[in-house]
């Protein structure tokens, strides 16, 4: 007989899966997690889903758009879902309330999967988080003006701190292409039209929503805005030398340093080639050569494009594999030419699995950088830790997308954005007892945001939303700044159109002041409901509707007109350019704007921004940029002159500053070597005010055509009254390079103009070099950058400066 034996035993913990588990290494993890998923579940993380989150709190609903079919999210989400497109970006909701949606969607997702594998929300950020109530700030073409990449980047981790306080991982930003003609509809979410300038500018952007633990994406990948005559989505007419190094040199300077993790191709196809479709560009260039290992999104529509606009695919599924070759990781803004036709195909034979698995990897790898594969991730998004999660209606209004902080760093980049063009002492108003403030600017509170700012781009289709943000107009700023003077506002014409019937009513009233205050510009919008934006490209440069003619009404009453413009792109001015008292220029300056402009106005703030695109003198001379060749100048066998009226760099300030003593360290080195270069800037004036030292490089002699100069290296010089800096410069032969004719980027031995400038056109002291030595070819891994040290001044002479 045997006893019975109590046996106490240690109850097993189920085993992390090896995708689960952050101990092992990234690789390992999600090759585990590929090899035990279906071809189902793998092609179903290769796209996003177009949403709206629920202003109650409640899950996403799939977003109908009229470009595609209706999504059946409780068919999918047993596969698993790669993104959720644009929950806060697609209508308006409560910041607090679109985060409790998005955080239970993500557990409907990670619960109805077997993997428990989140979906990455991505939104827009071109000008801020493009959501409902948060900061619209200043657009692109602004944060070129500034020509500060450190205080970009610190408004870029603020934007990035608001999307990933509210669960958003993705952000579509920064643009990095470059203006090539400024017809284009596009251009104020560029930030202009010198890549080297677009180079360092959205490099320090990506850094800043990187910081904030945010993908950012490098869009347009490449050619987009060299459509021929500025359409929008139209064929890019260039050659390679163009292409490689003007279009493609920002995103190769990105992709080196900014850390970006994501890259959307563009629509546009180069010499027939889509870009969407592109294997040289995206695989051969883009990881191959570059280095680059994050994952391509498509833009939005930009697979099915393939067949439907380009016509190189006969059907979804050779749209979806030519994409794939090509390598595209994701398809955007929801599945179409990724779901069953992509999958039909892949059973078919058609396209081989290994092309879906290349892809996967890339989404899996950054989903588990984000840390989405982890074991005990939690949907809830850190604006929502320790709320109660059960009371939606206490949540409302308890996340801040719009706080202090926002608005003061807002306020910042709109103060060092302002460009003042023309002054002729008007400026600074000094109390004025009458301003008439004349234009369509003038009492429109959304004249200083762009097309993808929230209030634009989404509350337009929701007229009965309050706008969500305050944004005082010109009158009540300049009412603000100048409160003992009287104001009196004219509207005078619209934005567009031709009626003229407000013209009497703002002579009279402009003949009555001391100072006029015209208030010009655009009205962004998409696709044809503004003059500038997505889709609303100008046929020419000339102000839209009957502005020139508003303002040259104004010019004839003989009070002084200092014409402001609140604008996407830069427009020919007429006789303004010379008998206005003041031009001041802005593009799209955000929330902070009015506020900024009025302090320029009043002399609190002196104007620092310098031009990131030229100005031109007359409407129709166009394309034209300053990076251009010898041809591209005025000449006498043609009556177009493309002269612009304010060129690229420029910009005025109140006080004024004298550049001197130039030195050079060494007049002569190898191909493999470098400059140093020094010279001292003074402010000869009585207040404060900051200059801008740009260095541009004349080579008067290459193997292939050359721009007359391009720009390789810049700094801000802060200057108290009387003070002095002195700044010296090492520039590495490696920025003379350019790609020759076999297609190679070269240093070419020979002379070599070295220009300290206040502008591309105001020249201020120029270096004569000299390279010696063989050609040296370079590649991806040259220096890119000059190397400037600002010191305080100490006088006398600097030997090797």
Known sequence: MTANVAVETT????????????????????????AAMTVEEKVAQLFGVWVGA?????????????????????????????????????????????????????????AANRFGIPAVAHEECLAGFAAWKATAYPVPLSWGATFDPELVRRMAAAIGRDMR??????????????????????????????????????????????????????KHFAGYSAS???????????????????????????????????????????????????????????RDTWGFDGTVVADYFGIAFLKTLHGVAGDWAEAAGAALRAGVDVELPTVKTFGAPLLDAVSAGLIPEDLVDRALRRVLTQKAQLGLLDAGWSPVPPALEGAALADPAALRGTVDLDGDANRRLAREVAEQAIVLLRNDGTLPLVRPRRIALVGPGADEPTAVLGCYSFPVHVGVRHPRTPVGIALPTLREALRREFPGTEIVTVRGAGIDGDDRSGFAEAVRTARGADVVVAAL???????????????????????????????????DTGTPVVATLLAGRPYALGRAVDEAAAIVQSFFPGVEGTGALAGVLSGRVNPSGRLPVSVPRGPGAQPATYLAARLAQATEVSSIDPTPAFAFGHGLSYTAFAWSRLTVGNGESGTDGEFTLGCSVRNTGDRAGTEVVQLYVHDPVASVVQPVQRLIGYVRVPLAPGGSSRVTVTVPADLASFTGRDGRRVVEPGALELRLAASSTDIRLVAKVELTGAPRFVDHTRRLHARFTVTADTGGSQPGA
């Open 11 to 34: 109850p097993v913990t189920p085993a992390v899966p090896v995708w689960n588990d952050p101990a092992h290494d990234t690789g390992t993890r999600v090759s585990a997690l590929i």
């Open 228 to 286: 021929r005559a500025g359409r929008n989505l139209a064929p890019v007419g260039m050659g390679p030398r163009e292409r490689a190094d003007v279009l493609l040199a920002p995103f190769e300077m990105a992709v080196r340093e900014s850390g970006a993790r994501s890259v959307m191709h563009a629509y546009t196809d180069t010499d027939g080639v889509p870009s969407a479709a592109d294997e040289q560009l995206l695989t051969g260039l883009l």
């Open 521 to 555: 510009g655009d009205r962004a919008g998409l696709f044809g409901r503004g003059t500038s934006g997505e889709g609303c490209d100008a046929d020419t440069l000339a102000l839209p509707g009957v502005q020139q003619q508003l303002l040259d009404a104004l010019l």
């Open 165 to 218: 306080s509210v669960g958003v991982h993705q952000g579509l930003a920064p643009v990095l292409d470059v203006v090539r003609d400024a017809r284009w509809g596009r251009v104020e979410e560029t930030i202009g039209e010198d890549p080297y300038l677009v180079g360092t500018v959205a490099t320090a952007y990506v850094q800043g929503l990187e910081s904030a633990g945010i993908v950012a994406t490098l």
């Open 54 to 110: 629920s202003d109650e709190g409640g899950e996403v609903a799939p977003y109908q758009h009229d470009m595609e079919e209706p999504v059946d999210l409780e068919a999918l989400l047993p596969h698993g879902l790669g993104q959720l497109t644009r929950p806060f970006g697609t209508a308006p909701v409560d910041p607090a309330l679109g985060a409790l949606s998005l955080m239970r969607t993500q557990a409907r997702v990670t």
